[in-house]
């Protein structure tokens, strides 16, 4: 596949998502240019990084006399009043504007979860805390009505899932590197029992970098809405066991009460834990595969990602 004629902005696309998504338009022969706040240093003729924060005045002085086939904007909005000023100016400046949402919006009221399943937004009603203080999950909801109702043609909302890389290991309310850790300090890591057979709404970066790009330059994809996964639907047990194989680590599965309290003194809410950790997370992937084009088989199996993720930091113990 060859798309040597598109370029690309990847709007706060240097992480764990965004690196997966330029790679796999670079290997269809678009230019890609990410902005992003890390310095970071181009290996290929047609990816170039513009260190800066992708301000409002930032992005209206660089996309003066710039335009593009496709604008994918991996920046977060916990205030989602905010983001209108920004979908006007990206949109009137490319083809197609992907807009990150993700997965956690959905509520936890249909299984297996498509993109017309009920989102956290329009079926809580009796957490107020939560409907006047969450900061993710409920922006994504509040952004996604603004571009519906925006008046513009040219956007694709994307949900994806958790995204692993090396840059972070996900096991239940776990990231980063803990899990590397607690195998080389032989500790266990504690995670809760009423997740141990939930379908983890997890999947490996490359899978859904590969997915977004894949969406781009598409009339299918205009004006829709794509969970990006690639179905394998894990559960967090079966996730659980993998690094145990891999890494050797260790697991206590411990009561909902108590893995909440935990949650609770470490982030002061409970909130991911309580509405996205404790849903099942079984994803229908038909759409976005029908529209990218792809099939199983271009998928890495998560265990073979993990490893190779972990192989990449030296972490797996050599028999």
Request: charged share 25%; net charge negative; glycine share 6%.
């Amino acid at each position: 596949m060859t798309n040597s004629q598109k370029k690309v902005l990847l709007i706060a696309g240097a992480g764990t998502l965004g690196t997966k998504v330029s790679a796999e338009l670079l290997k269809q022969n678009c230019k890609v240019d990410v902005i992003c706040l890390e310095e970071q240093k181009s290996d290929h003729c047609n990816l170039t990084y513009y260190q800066q924060r992708a301000t409002l005045e930032f992005l209206t002085e660089f996309l003066h006399d710039r335009y593009y086939d496709a604008i994918v904007n991996f920046l977060h909005y916990p205030v989602a009043e905010e983001y209108p000023s920004y979908h006007q100016l990206l949109s009137a400046k490319t083809k197609q504007l992907v807009f990150l949402s993700s997965y956690r919006v959905y509520a936890d009221k249909q299984h297996p979860v498509t993109e017309t399943a009920p989102q956290l937004a329009d079926v809580i009603d009796n957490d107020q805390e939560f409907l006047q203080n969450e900061n993710y999950a409920l922006p994504k909801s509040k952004c996604e009505n603004y571009i519906r109702g925006s008046g513009t043609d040219n956007w694709t909302i994307v949900r994806p899932v958790i995204s692993f890389s090396n840059l972070r290991f996900d096991i239940v309310c776990n990231t980063g590197r803990k899990v590397i850790e607690a195998a080389e300090q032989g500790k266990k890591l504690f995670v809760p029992e009423a997740s141990r057979k939930l379908t983890a709404g997890l999947d490996w970066a490359g899978n859904s970098g590969k997915l977004i790009a894949n969406l781009l330059f598409k009339k299918e994809a205009l004006q829709e809405a794509f969970t990006v996964s690639s179905g394998q639907n894990l559960t967090w047990g079966e996730i659980a066991d993998i690094y145990t194989d891999l890494l050797g680590v260790e697991f206590e599965w411990v009561s909902t009460e108590e893995y909440g309290n935990m949650i609770r003194k470490g982030w002061g809410n409970d909130w991911f834990f309580v509405y996205d950790r404790l849903f099942d997370r079984d994803i229908d992937c038909s759409k976005v595969l029908s529209v990218t084009g792809l099939k199983n088989e271009d998928f890495l199996p998560l265990r073979e990602a993990i490893a190779l993720e972990l192989k990449s930091l030296n972490a797996i113990p050599k028999p």
